[in-house]
């Protein structure tokens, strides 16, 4: 309780900072306030932040359609080994990327696909062209979707196989008697199964969604320009942090906020609406 305060919600007094002109010298106290002026970024569309939401917009759909199922798949894969000993075994190697930070993540990512890499000076070696992966900007949004699903599609996994380790084996056995394929399994007895936690992880990454990797997009942002890797975590540092608008940043930090609340809010209520607990009742 004590972390979370410290580092959660005492930081929400400085969101008093989108209500100022703020000044780093005067501090929250003595900065003076400027009602709703800051807001004028997000409500007159300012190019810089409008690329910004559209870039983060294309990435939250990308891994709520691509990264979201890919643990769901790997666990019902895994679930479907009958050796224990190999499921335990891939699991364990999928999973470990998880424990790497994303300064190591995106240096494996260049010694592997960079211009110097690994493949890269195969195909040299071979006689061929080397590929432009690493600072390409067409190819940016694919390399951070698989970059995210190397990392934690392992771990998310765990989570799903522990639901498919409670479901009945009764069921399995009735259904095959009943001459039900392993299809028909799937569809009516595991996915059923997975429904709950799927809905409630939906509901966590909705309002998460917003936020699409600061540290692994801000690592890579350089070599590809903003053009295609600012979102709104990394406008929020640019021109806070590097560019000193701290009102205006402080603005587009609150209202991401607010609208992950509504999105949470929203997703709960229709999940209730669904027969489903959702994050929590009522």
Known sequence: MLILFAFHYFPLWGNVIAFQDYQPYLGVGKSLWSGVENFKTIVDGDPEFLNAVKNTLILTAIQTVIVFPAPIVVALV?????SNRIRQFVQTVIYLPHFMSWVIVVAVFQQMLGGTGMINNWLRSHGYDPINIIGNAEAFRALLTSQVMWKDTGWATILFLAVLSQIDRSLYEASAVDGATRWRQTWHITLPGLKPIIILLLILKLGDSLTVGFEQIILQQQAV???????????????????????????VGLVKSVVALVLVLGANKLAHRFGEEGVYRG
């Open 78 to 82: 895994l679930h479907s080994l009958l």
């Open 225 to 251: 320009g903003t053009d295609v890797s600012e979102v709104l975590d990394t406008y929020v540092y640019n021109n806070g942090i590097l560019g000193g608008d701290w009102g205006t940043s402080a603005a």
